[in-house]
């Protein structure tokens, strides 16, 4: 059976060369996406300054909820530090440390912040923490007072030079360097006391490392597990101490796995449909040999069977470098990934081979399936039936396939509801779901509308037409199948791209208009290279002339539990960290309460989700917070503008504790809007080293403030688009190909190579206009709807340029893919084509 299926592909390879493209994209992208998502869950980080540590005690940075996958915390949560003395006296322990981070940033002679260390909010330490770096060169002596610092031999200074540290968001102070520490990921260091007292607790530490004798590491980490049992502390060793250096890798973890899952699943679709439409052309173009084989006596059981090993044999060609190319798909995208900020750039890809095997896995299912079931009608029918049938299509389509295609449409138009009940990016995603589903739907009833379409035309052209004309659109009624499994693709095509493209750029466009229309504050000020805003700033800001107001602000992410439909749930949820004063800078669109109560245990919930979660005004949620402690908050406002400032609100003195960094992240300020007052402000900030002034017209809508999955997104579907023509041109370049039978008839009994071309064209005018027409009229209903839930008026917002752009693609490739391989057919003899075939 295998010898006679590779016979037959030898005389099909230009058909089957669409089933190469198809699997070799499918399994390009469905590799990157499963080593994006496998990253997402096995990726570690490198020690960095935790490279000496043997054993690492740290508080557990998930949420862990039963029936639920874990969840990122991305606050630290600490440790106590009575644990340290409790495990330093254990056998085997050289030395136990109680590590502290505090922001901390180096400013030069000039004023400018020396970069000291990945993360400025955690740069600063302890001198014993020098202990966990590995082999650590430290050139002088430990700091001993206030005044004294050990800097990274990165900044370039010596032992004996003056700096000036910002500590803890403490105004600049001159110390001396006392020591040069030249070690990976090392930091600003303190004398123990200064470090204490700078993170204002003597309770509790941010993680305890411990250096062992050497082959004792496994037997202390048992023991050190003994000892936390119970406490919901972690004990880590080996590869996974690095991500306790850096809580917040789980949230960017968290969010790739995301990321990849939601990508994956529309990967996998449109990977399903277009193998399945290139075997669809393959088989079809074999329906003779398969009808003589069923004349000769060959069961149906044989023909499904022959056809699937065909496909897979050609399959099998492509998925091999298809697969390779997937790993280096993965790596471009944890590169645009990092350069966004979403991963931490020293993150690496966790590369194994289980996302190739499930690549093969499923393509090896989608190609049975596909081929077998292309090949059912022909395997089924009686074998005279089948050689009768083998040169012309059913003239009746399938009266289920057509009304499933009917009703997914309609499924879909349905969906497209949810951006009016859902004004969030659940409700945007369901538009870009809509378009897809009414994409298959039409490719399932297309040869009934093609039929009938193609009836209706002939019918009113009558004697009029010219005869290409005429030709053409018979051959459009005679063949449905074969032009509506041309023109589907090209119709997914105009969709996908209209609906996830413009779905992003309306998202982008009313989340800048609710942070434009909610931002009273002319101005942000904020201190990223000092890992905070410093304590003084609000202060001195308020004093300036012509400063009407001015609050600080920051972000976290909470987890929110609720029930749904009965069962448990848990999300993780950004959360704007203000305080009363905020109802001066910003207006959330308020329409129950008030910011100005948020004091205490409270917050203001988005009214997107105050009703679905029981979050009304006065009631009280559960929440855990950024490090995992649980609180009941009082609901003290709803507001409407939660696509820009995020579902929840949490008052400062419910968020105060429950950070990495107690800083505030910016200050937002609003003035009398005098030029004057812009100039004491830019004056006021130039003073301070570290500090930065934007404008929050401007500012708003930046590429910062674009959230990263929408780049990814973007992304994806630029290389969908990509693979999607490619396999498109090439199912049409092999469903003209086959055709060169019918040209070679059409020549012998008179017609002109020039009439032929003229039909050819006519006919890739045809399907270019419909797959346009069906395109625009599958996704004008889910982005009239987005359009109105999102902006408030029944169209979209995005580049005007794009419904040109779409429009001149799908003209291009109708007519290259049809007239090439035409050009073709005619160089060669009718004679001679008849006789191959």
Known sequence: MFSIALRMAAHRLTALLAVVC?????????????????????????????????????????????????????????????????????????????????????????????????????????????????????????????????????????????????????????????????????????????????????????????????????????????????????????????????????????????????????VLLITGFVTAGALGVSIAGQRRDLALMRAVGATPRQIRRLAAAQSSAVAAVAVVPGVALGYLLAGQFRGMLADRGVLPPELPLTVSPFPALATLVLLAAAVQLSARTAAWRTSRMPATEAVAESRSEPRTPSKGRTLTGVLLIAAAFTLSVTPLLARTMIGAAATSIAGIVAAIGLALCGPALVRSTGEAAVRRLGRRASAPTWLA?????????????????????????????????????????????????????????????????????????????????????????????????????????????????????????????????????????????????????????GDGTKVEARVVAVYDRGLGFGPLVLSRDLAAGHTTSALAQSLLVRTDGAAATESRLAALTASRPGLALEDTATDSGTDQDTPPEVWINLATIVVLLGYLLLSIANKLVAATAQRRTEIAALRLVGTTPRQIRAMMRREAAVIAAAALVSGLLLSALPLALLGQGFLGHPWPTGPVWLLPAIAATVVLTSFLTVELPTRQSLRTPPADALRAT
């Open 22 to 266: 198809a699997v070799l994209g499918g399994a390009a992208l469905i590799t990157g996406t499963g080593v994006l998502a496998e990253s997402g869950l096995r990726s570690t980080l490198p020690p960095g300054r935790l490279g000496g540590a043997d054993v690492v005690v740290a508080a557990d940075q998930e949420f862990h909820s039963p029936g639920n996958p874990a969840l990122a915390l991305p606050e630290r949560a600490r440790v106590p530090a009575k644990l340290v003395e409790r495990i330093s006296g254990l056998a085997g322990v050289t030395a136990t440390v109680g590590d502290v981070g505090f922001p901390a940033a180096l400013v030069d002679a000039r004023g400018r912040v020396v970069p000291t260390a990945d993360d400025p909010t955690s740069a600063g330490h302890g001198w014993s923490s020098t202990q966990l770096l590995a082999h650590p060169r430290v050139t002088g002596r430990a700091p001993a007072g206030d005044g004294e610092v050990a800097v990274p031999a990165t900044t370039g200074l010596k032992a004996g030079d003056r700096v000036q540290v910002v500590a803890d968001g403490r105004p600049a102070a001159r110390y001396r360097v006392t020591a040069v520490v030249d070690a990976p990921g090392a930091g600003v260091y303190v004398a123990d006391d200064t470090a204490v007292r700078l993170t204002g607790s003597r309770d509790t530490v941010d993680l305890i490392g411990l250096t062992t004798k050497p082959g004792t590491e496994r037997w202390v980490a048992d023991a050190v597990r003994n000892r936390v049992a119970g406490t919901g502390l972690k004990v880590v060793t080996g590869a996974d101490i690095g991500d306790t250096a850096a809580p917040g890798v789980g949230s960017a973890r968290s969010l790739l796995v995301l990321l990849a899952g939601s990508l994956g699943g529309i």
């Open 473 to 625: 659109l018979a051959n459009v009624r005679a063949y449905a199948l074969r032009v509506a499994g041309v023109v589907s693709p090209l119709a997914m095509a105009v969709v996908f791209v209209l609906t996830y493209t413009l779905a992003q750029t309306t998202v982008l466009a009313a989340t800048a208009q609710d942070t434009r229309t909610g931002t009273l504050a002319q101005y942000r000020l904020s201190a990223p290279a000092l890992g905070g805003l410093p304590a003084d700033a609000p202060t001195a800001v308020r004093k300036v002339p012509g400063v009407r107001a001015a609050a600080p602000v920051g972000t976290t992410s909470v987890v929110w539990p609720y029930e749904e439909f009965g069962d448990p749930q848990a999300e993780s949820a950004s959360a704007l960290i203000a305080g009363p004063d905020a109802a001066d800078v910003l207006d959330l669109g308020v329409r129950e309460g008030g910011l100005s109560r948020l004091t205490g245990a409270t917050v203001a919930v988005s009214s997107e989700v105050s009703g679905s979660r029981g979050a009304e005004l006065g009631r009280r949620i559960p929440l855990f917070l």
